[in-house]
């Protein structure tokens, strides 16, 4: 089993900045991408940004210039800086992970998601 657990959300004002961090565990072999998401409520979920292994990496248009995706060294963490933070990026920012566990299966795995507050 794979679990992700995002941690560094809080409240900060508009222009402020904050870093979110993934981290996944369980029994991985590899994994292919990591993704952040973010929910609001009645709004379609939004891919915000995402990153393979090979280092690729895309950005929804609403943050690009803003927020920066980037793996660990361990390559089972995942972090998201978010500068220029406006109100409009508040939301419930969740981490997915597609990849192979050591048993050969494919998993794709979300986390809890972690809330972020843009605001004065």
């Known amino acids: 089993q794979v679990q992700l657990v995002e941690s560094g959300g809080g409240l900060v004002q508009p222009g402020g900045s904050l870093r979110l961090s993934c981290a996944a565990s369980?029994?991985?072999?590899?994994?292919?991408?990591m993704d952040w998401y973010r929910q609001v409520p009645g709004k379609q979920r939004e891919l915000v940004a995402t990153?393979?292994?090979?280092?690729?990496?895309n950005y929804s248009d609403s943050v690009k210039g803003r927020f920066t995706i980037s793996r660990g060294n361990a390559k089972n963490t995942v972090y998201l800086q978010m500068n220029s933070l406006k109100p409009e990026d508040t939301a419930v920012y969740v981490c997915?992970?597609?990849?192979?566990?050591?048993?050969?299966?494919?998993?794709?795995?979300w986390g809890q998601g972690t809330q972020v507050t843009v605001s004065s």
């Open positions: 369980g029994s991985i072999f590899s994994i292919d991408a």
């Open positions: 990153i393979t292994t090979g280092g690729s990496t």
């Open positions: 997915h992970a597609d990849g192979t566990v050591v048993a050969g299966r494919v998993f794709a795995s």
